[in-house]
Nanobody
Framework: QVHLVESGGGSVQTGGSLRLSCSAS????????VGWFRQTPDQGREFLAA????????????FYGDSARDRITTSRNNAQNTAYLQLYNLKPEDSALYYC??????????????????WGRGTQVTVSS
């Protein structure tokens, strides 16, 4: 069982930036794919990015969704059991509850939330105009 905790959300103005963190309770985290999703009542759950397990730094294998792909990056620090989602040039439509998820997920399934075994409770991002 892996316990995930997101942090770093908050309220920012249009054009601002945030770095979200996903901290895991177990060192097995390093072998898991970490996915980032966001959810709003209107849009449902949306895939943002995923980074495969064991890879980090220049060796990381990363996938991005279609939404905001030019304004987000993801990375991980396996020594600290933490993954990150950097958000740039935020817009009001980026306001959502942001989640990280982890699991043994193959590259072809990283965009499917149901592929992940563990989820955090989310961190709220609110962007004002």
């Amino acid at each position: 069982q892996v316990h995930l905790v997101e942090s770093g959300g908050g309220s920012v103005q249009t054009g601002g930036s945030l770095r979200l963190s996903c901290s895991a309770s177990e060192t097995t985290f390093k072998s898991y794919t970490v996915g980032w999703f966001r959810q709003t009542p209107d849009q449902g759950r949306e895939f943002l990015a995923a980074i495969l397990g064991d890879g980090a730094g220049d060796g990381a294998v990363i996938f991005y969704g279609d939404s905001a792909r030019d304004r987000i990056t993801t990375s991980r620090n396996n020594a600290q059991n933490t993954a990150y989602l950097q958000l740039y040039n935020l817009k009001p439509e980026d306001s959502a509850l942001y989640y990280c998820a982890a699991g043994t997920v193959s590259p072809r399934n990283v965009r499917e939330g149901r592929s992940y075994d563990y989820w955090g409770r989310g961190t709220q991002v609110t962007v004002s105009s």
